[in-house]
C-alpha cells in the first residue's frame, strides 16, 4: 500500500519531528539532513514535487546557546527559536545545494490559516515557489505564537499544510514506526497497525501513549493529522523517519509504517 500511495503521488508534503531532525546530543543532525535530501532530490527529479514541514528550531537554537538550555521562560523559549531557526534553515540549505536545490522559508501560525486573505497568500507562496523549483520549508513562527493562537504540533501544521497546497500524500517522519495498538515504547508485545481507513474506531481500540521528549505532539496529534487530511482526500503515512534512507526504503516497501487511506 504505502509504496503504491508515493507512486501515485506527484506533490507530497513531508513532516519532520524534532526527534527525527536531532542526534544523540540533542543537536541538529546534519548527516540525516544530507542523507534526506539525496533522496529528496531524486523523487523531484522522478517528476515529484515536494514541500518539507520542520520542527528542529529548539534544538538548533540549543545547538548553538547550549547555557540557554534550562531555561524555562516563555520568552527565552521564544527567543532560542530565533535563534534556532537561523541556524535550522541553514542547515537545511547546506543539505539541498548540494543539488542545486533552492530552499524557502515560510513561518506560519494558526491565525494566519484563520484569514481568508492570508491563506490565500500563503497558498500563492507555496504554488509559486514549488512551480520554480523550490522547495518550502514550513515552521510554526514561535517567536510570535502564544498560547491562544499557537498551532501547538507540526503535525497539524503539516496536515493544513498540505490541504492548502492540494497535496496528494502527507508522509510523517517520527520516532516510531508507525501507529501501534499500544505505546510499543511501554508494551513489547505492542503490534503494528499498516493499514487505517477509519481513525475514530482506532481511537477506540488502541491504547494512546505520552508525547515524546522533544516533540509537542504525540501519537494523538498525528492521529488528528491524519483525519484532518483524510477529510479533504490526502492520505497520510505514518514511518520511522530514522531508518536507514528512509524514504528510498518506503518507495521499495523495504520499510514498513502505516498508511491512514482517505475517505
Known sequence: MIPDLIANARKIVFKFGSNTLADKEGKINHDFLTEFADQAAALIKSGKQIAVVSSGAQVAGLSTMGTWARKRDIHYRQ???????????????????????????????????????????????????????????????????????????????????????????????????GLYNKNPKEFPDAELVGEVRDIDEVRKNISIGSANNFGTGGITTKLEAAQRAAFYGIPTILAHGGRPRCLEALVSGKQQGTAFLAN
Not at 103 to 111: E, F, G, H, P, W
Request: aromatic fraction near 8%.
Open 79 to 177: 527567543a532560542l527559536c530565533a535563534v534556532g531557526q537561523v541556524e535550522l534553515m541553514g542547515a537545511w540549505r547546506r543539505a539541498f545545494e548540494k543539488y542545486s536545490l533552492h530552499i524557502a522559508q515560510i513561518l506560519l501560525t494558526q491565525d494566519d490559516f484563520g484569514d481568508p486573505i492570508r491563506t490565500l497568500n500563503m497558498r500563492n507562496t507555496i504554488f509559486t515557489l514549488v512551480d520554480e523549483g523550490i522547495i518550502p520549508i514550513i515552521n510554526e513562527n514561535d517567536t510570535v505564537a502564544v498560547e491562544e493562537i499557537k498551532i501547538g504540533d507540526n503535525d497539524n501544521l503539516a496536515a493544513q499544510s498540505a490541504i492548502l497546497w492540494s497535496a496528494d500524500l502527507l508522509i510523517l517522519f517520527s520516532d516510531i514506526d
